[in-house]
């Protein structure tokens, strides 16, 4: 009865599992569609969503020395033909503005696919000496890609995210940045999202379009699909020579500067609702839910029982928490459904004889486990119930994560399991973008990661049969 499904408009994953996302982030009212192809607006639901994934990770940023920044949105062409490399990888995806007002502009400008290339030019007029650095910029802001597919959170033309910018005196600084900020994304998404990651190295056929290395953090869907949660990049010092950035450095002398970006967008909440949802909706982890405990009193035409749910409101307020009462005219199973649909972590269910017996029947969303709780306690309850929600959400993750996750030594074997099983396949690697490229031509594969924590599953690479140097993580991906 627990897991009996309560919103008949949903699709069930099982059944069509991109038209279950897409019934969820409709009936959620996370999301709906423009007149444009390809941009989306966010509605109240889906955007608050952001707004706390913004804050908790602006928190981050800040505690690790970043300053906020905002740049314009257009690139002029020259400028963006500057580093050759990066701008080859976005071409195909750029949008460009040709005409202002009534005039034709003497030079194309881009609507940023991202902004390197902005900031290299405003560091070169800031970055004078050694004391200059470091530089540890973020943006929070939109970009445009004109993709040709979109979907949901997952694939937009126009999409929110945070991009960070950094330039530093030398390059084993320029590393420790990348890491550094490659973990405090791990640490959001399992301590902030409950979504298990996978850290590694991309490889050079996927790695950003200038970068020298990336790095990435890569979950597992419950369609065992990959998603890239996201992404940090160290530059070295190409885009400081091809810009013109120098710094006198302590010894007198001229050097380029190193640079890193690192970004995340509102792909995450596509990651949140496929790691986390069921067939009944969203499941949202606790510290990101834009109400993380409902009130649904029972039998308001009975005396006192609206003025008791709205004290306890009151009081999970008064606590800190994200708490909001449901006083419609509904029925309290419409009421369940509804919010249950909307992925509320926690329901806490208050009627007459909860009153007189000093209690309330608090109700988890991931796992529908029912209990009775005293009003006497109830902030400290909530908030530990709301921590016990995040852990379930994250053993269940890691469990589909671990659960999906095989050990292939032929190239044969890793088409088998990939067919059959789906989910993430480790082989060993030769290195060459040769046998990347024959693993997505015979098995549907990209490389996601060259992991962290490296295993030896042999001595030859699967593909070629030449002397493997690395473990590689293959998967589908979104």
């Not at 949008?95 to 902004?115: D, H, M, N, Y």
């Not at 943006?139 to 004109?146: D, E, I, P, T």
């Not at 500067?257 to 499941?283: A, E, F």
């Amino acid at each position: 009865m627990a897991n009996e499904k309560k919103v008949e408009q949903i699709t069930d994953m099982e059944v069509d599992f991109a038209q279950w996302f897409t019934d969820v982030c409709k009936k959620a009212e996370l999301i709906d569609y423009s007149s444009i192809k390809g941009m989306f607006i966010l509605r109240p639901y889906g955007y608050a969503i952001w707004e706390n994934i913004q804050s908790i990770m602006d928190g981050m940023f800040k505690a690790t020395g970043h300053e906020n920044v905002y740049l314009p949105m257009l690139i002029p062409e020259s400028l963006l033909q500057k580093e050759k490399d990066h701008v080859e990888g976005f071409a195909p995806e750029c949008a460009w503005v040709t005409v202002g007002g009534s005039e034709k502009l003497e030079e194309r400008l881009c609507i940023r696919p991202t902004s390197e290339t902005l900031f290299c030019e405003h560091y070169k007029n800031i970055i004078h000496s050694h004391r200059d650095l470091p530089k540890l910029y973020n943006q929070w802001c939109s970009v445009l890609r004109w993709e040709k597919t979109s979907r949901p959170f997952l694939r937009h033309r126009e999409f929110l995210w945070q991009e960070g910018h950094t330039m530093h005196a030398t390059e084993d600084e320029a590393r420790e940045e990348t890491q550094r900020m490659l973990n405090v994304y791990a640490d959001f998404m399992e301590n902030t999202l409950a979504m298990p990651v996978v850290k590694g190295q991309k490889t050079d056929k996927e790695k950003f379009n200038g970068a020298e290395e990336t790095y990435t953090v890569e979950c597992m869907m419950h369609d065992k699909k990959a998603l890239q949660a996201g992404t940090s990049h160290y530059f070295g010092d190409g885009f400081a020579k091809a810009f013109g950035i120098q710094f006198t450095g302590k010894d007198n002398q001229l050097h380029y500067p190193h640079q890193t970006s690192w970004g995340v967008s509102t792909r995450m909440i596509g990651g949140i609702i496929m790691t986390h949802g069921d067939n009944n909706g969203l499941v949202l982890p606790p510290k990101i839910a834009p109400i993380q405990v409902i009130v649904v009193p029972v039998a308001t035409h009975k005396e006192g029982v609206i003025e008791a749910a709205t004290a306890l409101k009151d009081r999970l307020l008064a606590a800190g928490l994200r708490a909001k009462i449901d006083l419609s005219e509904n029925s309290l199973g419409w009421k369940c459904a509804e919010y249950e649909m909307k992925g509320v972590p926690l329901r806490l269910e208050i009627g007459p004889r909860d009153i007189e017996a000093g209690q309330c029947v608090a109700v988890r969303r991931d796992n529908f486990e029912k209990t009775t709780v005293s009003l006497d306690t109830i902030e400290q309850t909530a908030k530990s119930m709301l921590e016990d929600v995040h852990h379930g959400l994250f053993a269940k993750a890691k469990k589909n994560l671990d659960d999906n996750t095989f050990a292939a030594a032929t190239l044969e074997e890793a088409k088998q399991i990939q067919q059959t099983k789906g989910g993430f396949i480790k082989t060993m690697w030769c290195g060459e973008e040769a046998c990347e490229l024959k693993m997505k031509e015979v098995a549907g594969m990209s490389s996601r990661c060259v992991p962290f924590a490296q295993e030896h599953l042999g001595d030859v690479c699967p593909i070629c049969g030449k002397p493997a140097k690395k473990m590689v993580y293959w998967g589908v991906a979104y």
